[in-house]
C-alpha cells in the first residue's frame, strides 16, 4: 500500500499526531497482526524489537529522531521526517515506511505492508476488509493526494511508469478532488465512492487480484496511455 502527496511543511509534533491516528486506526488484530514495533540500527531478529506504546511523546521523540540529515549530520532544512515502524504477521515482518514534513519537490509519501501471502495465496491474504480499512485510515491520518492498494506486479501489467509521477491504480484507490478524472471514461464495473475532499475507486475482483482492464480504464481517464 502506498500514498503520496506533495511538499507540506509539519513539525515532529504535527507528524507524530498523524502517524498516532494511523496506527489507532490501521486494523492489526483483524488483519492477525502484533502492535507496532521499532528497530534499532545494526540490531536484527525479534529480540531488538522495541515496541510502540503510541503515546504522542514516545512518537513526537520517534520522529525527532528520524530527521533527514546531510552529510555533516546536520538536519537538512526542508528535509523532513523519515520514521518507519514494522508489526508482525506470523513472524514476518510488515514494514511502515514514511516521508513527512518535506518542503521540497520530492514530496512526501508512506508505504505500509499488508499481510499478504508470498506465494499470492488468497486464502493467507488479507480480507477486502481489512485491505480498504488500512487504505482509509491512512487517508484520514495523513490526507495525501493519492493512496493506493496495489502489488509490484500489477503495476508493471498496467505499465505504470513512476518517473512519470504517474498515479498507480490499484483494487482501490484513493484521489483527492485536485486529481483530474474523466468521469467519462470510467467504465460502469468500477465502484465510486464520493468522500470529503476526494473518491475511492475500486476494481472488480479481489484485493490480489483486480481487473487489469479496469485498472486500464482508470488509468486512461487519468489521461495515460492515449
Known sequence: MTASWASRAETASGCARRLQQSLRDIPSK????????????????????????????????????SAVRGRSAGVVPGGGFSPSLIRLHHDRPLPYSLSCGVTSRRGNHLSLDLADS????????????VVSGSLK???????????????????????????NREIPVGWLTYLSEDIELDSRAM?????????????????PGHPQHPSLDAALAVRRALGYGR
Open 187 to 203: 467504465p460502469d464495473e468500477v465502484s465510486i465512492e464520493k468522500v470529503d475532499g476526494g473518491i475511492y475507486l475500486t476494481l
Open 30 to 65: 483483524a488483519a492477525g497482526c502484533s502492535g507496532w514495533f521499532t528497530m534499532p540500527e545494526n540490531i536484527t531478529g525479534r529480540d531488538g524489537l522495541i515496541p510502540v506504546t503510541g503515546d504522542l511523546d514516545g512518537l513526537t521523540a520517534l520522529v525527532e529522531a
Open 118 to 129: 508470498p506465494f499470492g495465496d488468497r486464502h493467507d491474504s488479507p480480507s477486502t476488509t
Open 137 to 163: 485510515a491512512v487517508v484520514s491520518s495523513w490526507e495525501p493526494q493519492h493512496g493506493t492498494t496495489v502489488s509490484e506486479r500489477f503495476l508493471r501489467a498496467q505499465k505504470h511508469r513512476a518517473a
